[in-house]
T-cell receptor, first 115, second 111 residues
Framework: GAGVSQTPSNKVTEKGKYVELRCDPI?????LYWYRQSLGQGPEFLIY????????DSGLPNDRFFAVRPEGSVSTLKIQRTERGDSAVYLC?????????????FGPGTRLTVL | KQEVTQIPAALSVPEGENLVLNCSFT??????LQWFRQDPGKGLTSLLL?????REQTSGRLNASLDKSSGRSTLYIAASQPGDSATYLC??????????FGTGTRLTVIP
């Protein structure tokens, strides 16, 4: 596709439920990033994939959060036992090779609301 | 840990004015700095990327400068237009993987 796409655009769930958020990066980009943006804040890094492997997951807040990228393209962010504090916009970005000098291209985000 | 600060948090200007947005960061060991635009309910659009070896980048009415040693960057917008209204975020890259973002400056250009 022309850009990074994310689905769903909005997700409302109840506390304790499981959710999956999907990211389709720009075709051919090997690097993929997940960020979380709380209201009034800048995005915060969660996890980075180079190809199929999670090269850096140091930003995941706890073990309820997990992400996969099994074929090196689409990625899914999974949140178990959701809590109200997980409510935020989850942003995905991709870059061509993951070099330090690369621009990261962002998707529109998924707004997650945990009731 | 890298901390990025943006001042002011919000700014309103009349159409046609030139304006400057400020960004400061605590750790000068960066690879690059990037300015983004975010519209309400939308993702981030990259405006300018300045590598650590560069001092400035220009794109149309936008000019971004970088003073790595002092930990500062500015985004200059010339002849502002109502369509420039958005939140502007700066982000620095200090490692291989992630960006550290500021909290943004919310700009309103009044027609």
């Amino acid at each position: 596709g022309a850009g990074v796409s994310q689905t769903p655009s909005n997700k409302v769930t109840e506390k304790g439920k499981y959710v999956e958020l999907r990211c389709d990066p720009i075709s051919g980009h090997t690097a993929l990033y997940w960020y979380r943006q709380s209201l009034g804040q800048g995005p915060e890094f969660l996890i980075y994939f180079q190809g199929t492997g999670a090269a850096d997951d140091s930003g995941l807040p706890n073990d309820r959060f997990f992400a996969v990228r099994p074929e090196g393209s689409v990625s899914t962010l999974k949140i178990q036992r959701t809590e109200r504090g997980d409510s935020a916009v989850y942003l995905c970005a991709s870059s061509p090779l993951g070099y330090n000098t690369d621009t990261q291209y962002f998707g529109p985000g998924t707004r997650l609301t945990v009731l | 840990k890298q901390e990025v600060t943006q001042i002011p948090a919000a700014l309103s200007v009349p159409e046609g004015e030139n304006l400057v947005l400020n960004c400061s960061f605590t750790d000068s060991a960066i690879y690059n700095l990037q300015w983004f635009r975010q519209d309400p309910g939308k993702g981030l659009t990259s405006l300018l990327l300045i590598q650590s070896s560069q001092r400035e980048q220009t794109s149309g009415r936008l000019n971004a400068s970088l003073d790595k040693s002092s930990g500062r960057s500015t985004l200059y917008i010339a002849a502002s237009q109502p369509g420039d209204s958005a939140t502007y975020l700066c982000a620095v890259r200090t490692g291989a993987n992630n960006l550290f973002f500021g909290t943004g400056t919310r700009l309103t250009v009044i027609p």
